[in-house]
Antibody
Framework: DVQLVQSAAEVKKPGESLKISCKGS????????IAWVRQLPGKGLEWMGVVYPDDSDTIYSPSFQGQVTISADKSINTAFLQWNSLQVSDTAIYFCARSVLSSAWLYRWGQGTRVTVSS | DIQMTQSPSSLSASVGDRVTITCQAS??????LNWYQQKPGKAPELLIY???SSETGVPSRFSGSGSGTHFTFTISGLQPEDVASYYCQQYENLPLTFGGGTKVEI
């Protein structure tokens, strides 16, 4: 069965950089879209963007364009979410999730990566 | 962006009750609507896709209906393990957008 395993929780200071990962197991990782979803503390779900690992085609939500970088390395079945300069407001849980299309249902989710940004 | 308005934001019901959650889209999204369950401290899980299709393995007490701008999610016979937050999500247009969530308690 397809599984997505995310990297461990991170504690960072404002201004630091960070790259978190989402590794897929099973067949055909590269031919499904991987989305990133943010959940602020005690809040709902926000779609950040999506990447197609086979050709690295990436689509961002306007709310997150320029704030983060979404990428993938198909040779290691892994998608990434990256910040160049973290802010306290980036404190959240970040989920990756698999989809058959860039715009569809998210049918398999990673366990989430908690990112805490604090001085 | 398409706005998704979900109601109620929270509810409390008894075991065995029928529970209904509604989701309204700011424009016509056909049947492009999904429902997720998120238990405390866990990742969301897909329950219903394309407004009324059940994901494999989802108990039959969970169902969805609707099209256009108005959608309904029903739990027909609430169970203790159904304590969770439930979210609708549209996929008519990017960016994908979620409703604000409904917290279901017993």
């Amino acid at each position: 069965d397809v599984q997505l395993v995310q990297s461990a929780a991170e504690v960072k200071k404002p201004g630091e950089s960070l790259k978190i990962s989402c590794k897929g197991s099973g067949d055909n990782f590269n031919t499904y879209w991987i989305a990133w979803v943010r959940q602020l503390p005690g809040k709902g779900l926000e779609w950040m963007g999506v990447v197609y690992p086979d050709d690295s085609d990436t689509i961002y939500s306007p709310s997150f364009q320029g704030q983060v970088t979404i990428s993938a390395d198909k040779s290691i079945n892994t998608a990434f979410l990256q910040w160049n300069s973290l802010q306290v407001s980036d404190t959240a849980i970040y989920f990756c999730a698999r989809s058959v299309l860039s715009s569809a249902w998210l049918y398999r989710w990673g366990q989430g990566t908690r990112v805490t940004v604090s001085s | 962006d398409i706005q998704m308005t979900q109601s109620p934001s929270s509810l409390s019901a008894s075991v065995g009750d029928r529970v209904t959650i509604t989701c309204q889209a700011s424009q016509d999204i056909s049947s492009h609507l999904n429902w997720y369950q998120q238990k405390p401290g866990k990742a969301p899980e897909l329950l219903i896709y394309d407004a009324s299709s059940s994901e494999t393995g989802v108990p039959s007490r969970f169902s969805g209906s609707g099209s256009g701008t108005h959608f309904t999610f029903t739990i027909s016979g609430l169970q203790p393990e159904d304590v969770a937050s439930y979210y609708c999500q549209q996929y008519e247009n990017l960016p994908l957008t979620f409703g604000g969530g409904t917290k279901v308690e017993i």
